[in-house]
């Protein structure tokens, strides 16, 4: 899990994919919604051709991503790399 950048004239934007070891069910979407309150960034998980604000724990679940898949995590917005990297966190952790 390592974060992409991309940095324009008054954005920056990072990106990181994890590989899940555990189905991302209700525990981990309360996760994600607590840590994403806490950036100022915009946000988003994409997972098989879905998009989801992770604020929203119902619509993290609706990503219906499970043990072994694939989720990108993106932010952009000055606190973006921080974001991505305590998002990526709680979905490599599983629980």
Same mark, same amino acid.
């Given at each position: ?5 991309? $940095?324009?004239?008054? $954005?920056? +934007? ?7 070891? =555990? ?7 309360? +996760? @994600?919604?607590?840590?994403?309150? &806490? ?5 988003? @998980?994409?997972? *098989? &051709? +879905? ?6 724990? @119902?619509?993290?679940? *609706?990503?219906?991503?499970?043990? /072994? ?7 952009? /917005?000055?606190?973006?790399?921080? *974001? ?7 979905? =490599? *952790?599983?629980?």
């Amino acid at each position: 899990m390592s974060p992409n950048s991309e $940095t324009g004239a008054s $954005t920056t +934007r990072y990106e990181s994919t994890v590989q899940l070891p =555990a189905d991302l069910h209700a525990r981990p979407a309360g +996760r @994600l919604a607590r840590a994403a309150a &806490g950036f100022t960034s915009t946000l988003r @998980l994409e997972h *098989a &051709g +879905r998009t989801a604000t992770p604020a929203g724990v @119902l619509s993290v679940m *609706a990503l219906g991503a499970t043990a /072994g898949s694939t989720v990108t995590v993106s932010a952009e /917005g000055p606190d973006a790399l921080e *974001a991505v990297t305590a998002l990526a966190a709680i979905l =490599a *952790a599983g629980e």
